[in-house]
């Protein structure tokens, strides 16, 4: 398995959070923010009150699937933390998915390649 590329700092999260645009739905609260590289970093934050560790690992486990698998129709050189909201133990992949498609779309990081093909 290849290297992810991760938020993994308190201080980088503090940065995204604070400097960041943050936009949220019922399952997720997304925050973006500039990197000044070449390609996207993501944070994923779930915390104790979504559920136990087992919950959160899933939840984890998903966002970071999403994220893999459409990071090629978002515009690179963003930060993104991914929150997981309460409501999101009770949702499903697909729920989740529409969910960070949706975010992606408010905060027009989509590229123009994904919008025409759609």
Do not use: P, W
């Amino acid at each position: 398995m290849k290297k992810f590329n991760c938020i993994r700092k308190n201080e980088e999260f503090r940065y995204v959070y604070k400097n960041g645009k943050s936009y949220a739905n019922k399952y997720l609260v997304m925050y973006i923010a500039d990197n000044g590289k070449d390609n996207n970093r993501i944070g994923i934050s779930v915390s104790k009150k979504v559920g136990n560790s087992v919950v959160r690992h899933r939840i984890t486990r998903q966002i970071r699937e999403i994220y893999r698998l459409n990071n090629n129709k978002i515009i690179q050189k963003n930060d993104i933390v991914v929150v997981a909201r309460v409501n999101a133990k009770d949702a499903d992949y697909a729920k989740l998915e529409s969910a960070y498609l949706h975010l992606c779309k408010i905060h027009n990081i989509i590229s123009e390649n994904y919008i025409e093909q759609s």
